[in-house]
């Protein structure tokens, strides 16, 4: 069985700061990872993904996520937020021969003016 | 605007009664998902068709059904409905080949309300 932990349901930073949301997996493959990003009454967007490949991964709108297998993590960092970040943050897992998305419980992130 | 289509919007209907939410991937596209997502559950992975047959299942109630058309559109039926029912229903759609490392494509939910 797959699964992922996203510590810290609410996140909130002043714009300009370090954006750092966390997610650490389980998966008994080697997995797939994936952060998608939830605005208000959207559906998900895709921000980035980890296919075994690369293990620092750039996504959209100044986003990255780092793969350690060491510590089964897969944190979303984006180095200046920006007041358009606010919305909520789901990390997800899948692996190959299974496709569909096991999410975690999402982070919400404030962005403080 | 990701190209997957999903009707109605929003659903307000009685416990008891019967719906069927929509589906119609993007262009191209031969995977259909069905998610859940609720104050309660979460995100939740209901099942998968792939080109009209079914993949993949998960937790999915046996109150619930869904089938993928030769057009490759996709009706979810939720039958029985309970108060615990209600939530956000999402679909999502993926280009065929690769498998899990293909994107998959959410629309923009059907909202269900059960009174």
């Known amino acids: 069985a797959q699964s992922v932990t996203q510590l810290g349901s609410h996140v909130s930073v002043s714009e300009g700061a370090l954006v750092l949301l966390r997610c650490n997996y389980s998966?008994?493959?080697?997995?797939?990872l994936f952060w998608y990003v939830q605005y208000p009454n959207q559906g998900l967007q895709l921000l980035l993904k980890y296919t075994s490949a690369a293990t620092l991964v750039k996504g959209i709108n100044g986003f990255e996520a780092e793969f350690k297998k060491s510590e089964t993590s897969f944190h979303l960092t984006k180095p200046s937020a920006h007041m358009s970040d606010a919305a909520e943050y789901f990390c997800a897992v899948s692996s190959f021969g299974n496709e569909k998305l096991t999410f975690g419980t999402g982070t919400r992130l404030t962005i403080i003016p | 605007d990701s190209g997957v289509t999903q009707t109605p919007k929003h659903l307000i209907t009685a416990t008891g009664q019967r719906v069927t939410l929509r589906c119609s991937p993007r262009s191209g596209d031969l995977s259909v998902y069905w998610y859940q997502q609720s104050l309660d559950q979460g995100l939740q992975f209901l099942i998968q068709y792939y080109n009209g047959e079914e993949r993949a299942k998960g937790n999915i109630l046996e109150r619930f059904s869904a089938q993928q058309f030769p057009d490759l559109h996709s009706e979810l039926n939720l039958s029985s409905l309970e108060l615990g029912d209600s939530a956000l229903y999402f679909c999502?759609?993926?280009?065929?080949?690769?498998?899990?490392?293909?994107?998959?494509?959410f629309g923009p939910g059907t909202r269900l309300t059960v009174l």
């Open positions: 998966s008994s493959v080697p997995p797939y």
């Open positions: 999502a759609s993926s280009a065929p080949g690769q498998g899990a490392l293909n994107e998959q494509f």
